[in-house]
């Protein structure tokens, strides 16, 4: 690929196909604060405040969308998860670039190098080892700190487990840096009673507690000390990482019977694992109600497919995909239980499998509660749905099912300090989707009016949502 320079793609009217996309994103979107309110980024990071080493750690390292690209086209393992030196595996990233066109880590790449580093070059072989050493150069400079208040990030919020001692956050807090940083409470290992290693991690969680756990009734009571820890230290989502939801018939009695029976080392069934998990999320989700805590969801992954892959690197390796099982039966049972009881806290769920999406948008419809505007929400698009055909059709069933104006927009659901641009992405591709119908005369030709709307679904509805201190 000969030299050509990104500004040609990248430029300030990019994904924008009219006067007036131009107008709604520039006017309107693009100086709206960023609340990315699901991430995975390391609070440990944060806190240390350190300027980051140097691209490949910021860029290559956790993230699986490069990794699973690097692989399609051919790169040797050790130059994507081995111990190769860093340039030389920036280097076979920057070879798989050029090979990535209509892949959404196309735009993102470039917009990262352009409102990072003001890099105009298309990353490729011939560019990299100038594009190394200028990125690096840079990152020199800036600590994630910086890194975040240069993308106007106000709030992000890391992905948790409940033993965590948030010592982290407590250290982000204690500087007062711009950006606020929340911990979110991500209980998946308490349900996953069918693992080796649950009778250690519940000997971990009564540590944490400080109080034995022997029984259904402790287990309750130890997460609720935990749910209560998170919320004094600015927590106020919930998220899951599920297969399924878990909405099986149970009683307590039953639920306890298979928790001290995992708790003495033997084994349990499938049909045990999914009572005893249905009976726990149940009740985690009534603690969140009552916190005013949001509940996030997210459904659909088949994780871990290539077993040598996860053997050589472990879990998030790269190899998960979309699955194509039902959600709705078990949406409607837990949230009916929860609803009928008035314990429905605001929720917010993800799809995985786009021909699912009108499941997911009717299915959140059918609990929303007059009290709380937009309280049930169908997420924007997640994982494989975070690109340009994906949001496309989010926002356009949602506004078909639902109320887009509701809407409490994007997130990254990253590991890396500089994937803030998606939120750009997302805003362009929002602003260009109502220019569109602004100029086949479906909505009013009123600027401020579509304007405000679009400020609501980047920023102002997350705000009203979410209600960070």
């Known amino acids: 690929m000969s030299a050509i320079k990104s500004d040609l793609f990248i430029s300030d009217n990019f994904l924008l196909n009219s006067k007036e ?17 699901h991430n995975h980024l390391s609070p440990k990071q944060i806190a240390e405040d350190l300027p980051l080493r140097n691209i490949t750690d910021a860029w290559l390292d956790g993230d699986h ?59 490729q072989a011939s560019s990299a080892s100038e594009i190394y050493a200028k990125a690096n150069n840079v990152l020199a400079s800036k600590t994630p ?23 982290y956050h407590k250290a982000i807090a204690d500087k007062k840096i711009f950006t606020k ?39 309750i009571n130890a997460v609720q000390s935990r749910i209560d820890y998170f919320h004094d230290h600015g927590c106020r989502l919930s998220d899951y990482g599920l297969e399924q939801i878990y909405a099986y018939d149970f009683s307590k009695e039953e639920a ?9 080392g033997l084994e349990i069934s499938l049909e045990e694992s999914n009572l005893f998990a249905s009976f726990l999320l149940l009740e985690i989700c009534k603690m969140y109600h009552a916190n005013g805590w949001v509940q996030q969801f997210h459904l659909g992954a088949i994780r871990n497919n290539n077993s040598r ?36 806290a605001k929720t917010i769920t993800y799809n995985l499998n786009p021909a699912q999406n009108e499941v997911f948008a009717t299915m959140m419809g059918n609990f929303q509660n007059g ?29 078909n099912m639902g109320l887009l104006t509701r ?63």
Request: glycine share 6%; proline share 3%.
């Open 145 to 167: 700190s910086q890194l975040l208040e240069q993308m106007n990030v106000e709030v992000i919020c890391t992905t948790d487990d409940p033993i965590d001692s948030l010592k």
């Open 181 to 219: 940083v929340f911990p979110t409470f991500r209980p998946d290992a308490l349900l996953s009673i069918e693992k080796d290693t649950y009778s250690d991690y519940i000997l971990k969680l009564g540590t944490c507690v400080g109080f034995s756990i022997d029984n259904a009734d402790d287990l």
């Open 65 to 123: 969308y490069k990794w699973r690209a690097m692989r399609a086209n051919g790169v040797d393992e050790a130059f994507i998860t081995g111990d190769t030196a860093k340039e030389e595996k920036f280097k076979k990233w920057a070879e798989t670039v050029p090979y990535t066109l209509r892949n959404p880590l196309f735009h993102w790449t470039h917009l990262e190098l352009k409102r990072y580093f003001n890099i105009d070059d298309i990353l």
């Open 21 to 37: 996309a131009e107008i709604l994103y520039h006017n309107y979107a693009a100086a709206m604060p960023i609340i990315d309110y």
């Open 371 to 399: 009290d709380v505007p937009g309280k049930m929400q169908w997420g924007s698009g997640w994982w494989f749905l975070d690109q340009k055909d994906g949001m496309e059709k989010q926002l356009n069933t949602l506004s």
């Open 256 to 264: 306890n019977t298979i928790l001290q029976k995992r708790l003495k």
């Open 309 to 344: 892959l996860l053997g050589q690197i472990g879990l998030d390796a790269g190899v998960d995909s979309i699955g194509d099982s039902s959600h709705a039966k078990g949406m409607s049972v837990l949230f009916n239980k929860l609803e009928s009881e008035d314990q429905l």
């Open 407 to 469: 809407f409490v927009g994007m997130l990254t659901d990253s590991r890396s300090l500089l994937s803030f641009p998606r939120h750009e992405y997302f805003r362009r591709i929002l602003c260009n989707l109502i220019a569109e119908d602004l100029n086949k005369g479906l909505v009013p030709n009123d600027i401020d009016f579509l304007g405000k709307i679009i400020q609501d679904i980047c920023y102002n509805n997350a705000v009203n949502y979410f209600k960070f201190n």
